[in-house]
């Protein structure tokens, strides 16, 4: 199987800082990367697909990048409505893994 | 609007079944490949089934390999998850997510499925 490590695990933040969060693969992914945001008793919610594309309707503030097997999930200028957990996810391969998530949380 | 919205969840002993159901409305259901994903409580999320557009493939996560079945009815628009022989570690919230290309693009709102005596 792939395993997903994502890093951190937790991260604590001030509105309108910028964030990194971390997604590697162990093995060759091409881009079949995704990104998700999960709040408390919901969801969740696609935000990047394909290591960089943005879903519609999500905020320019939210990118994605990919570099071999790493993949990193920004957020350009953080909002109250972001702290939440994130998630990425492979779909290159079954069984289909996801990171273990990040947590954000405001400073 | 696309929606999915899951059903079935519950109590259950031990050793027992339950069949979980997800309505699909708002887009062409036949068309889609579908797959669940569950929540342990206070963890992450784990994909457990894959589901073509015809039905006719089906994958499924070790951990439920042969305890579970992932079916679905497209003139009903409705996707099935029977779970058999459940384990404690089986509790958790199941979601049901539309896959479009290689993105989970649309998920219910999952249904909890608790097991204990």
């Known amino acids: 199987d792939i395993q997903m490590t994502q890093s951190p695990s937790s991260l604590s933040a001030s509105v309108g800082d910028r964030i990194t969060i971390t997604c590697r693969a162990s093995?060759?992914?091409?881009?079949?990367l995704n990104w998700y945001q999960q709040k408390p008793g919901k969801a969740p919610k696609l935000l990047i697909f394909?290591?960089?594309s943005l879903q519609s309707g999500v905020p320019s503030t939210f990118s994605g990048s990919a570099s071999g097997t790493d993949f990193t999930l920004t957020i350009s200028s953080l909002q109250p409505e972001d702290f939440a957990t994130y998630y990425c996810?492979?779909?290159?391969?079954?069984?289909?893994?996801f990171g273990q998530g990040t947590k954000l949380e405001i400073k | 609007e696309v929606q999915l919205v899951e059903s079935g969840g519950g109590l259950v002993q031990p050793g027992g079944s339950l069949r979980l159901s997800c309505a699909a409305s708002g887009f062409m259901f036949s068309s889609y490949e579908m797959n669940w994903v569950r929540q342990a409580p206070g963890k992450g999320l784990e994909w457990i089934s894959y589901i073509s557009a015809s039905g006719s493939t089906v994958y499924y996560a070790d951990s439920v390999k042969g305890r579970f079945t992932f079916s679905r009815d497209n003139a009903k628009n409705s996707l099935y998850l029977h779970l058999s022989s459940l384990r404690a570690e089986d509790t958790a919230v199941y979601y049901c997510a539309r896959k479009l290309r290689a993105r989970f693009d649309y998920w219910g709102q999952g249904t909890l499925v608790t097991v204990s005596s």
């Open positions: 996810q492979q779909t290159y391969l079954f069984p289909y893994t």
């Open positions: 093995q060759t992914i091409s881009t079949y």
């Open positions: 394909a290591a960089s």
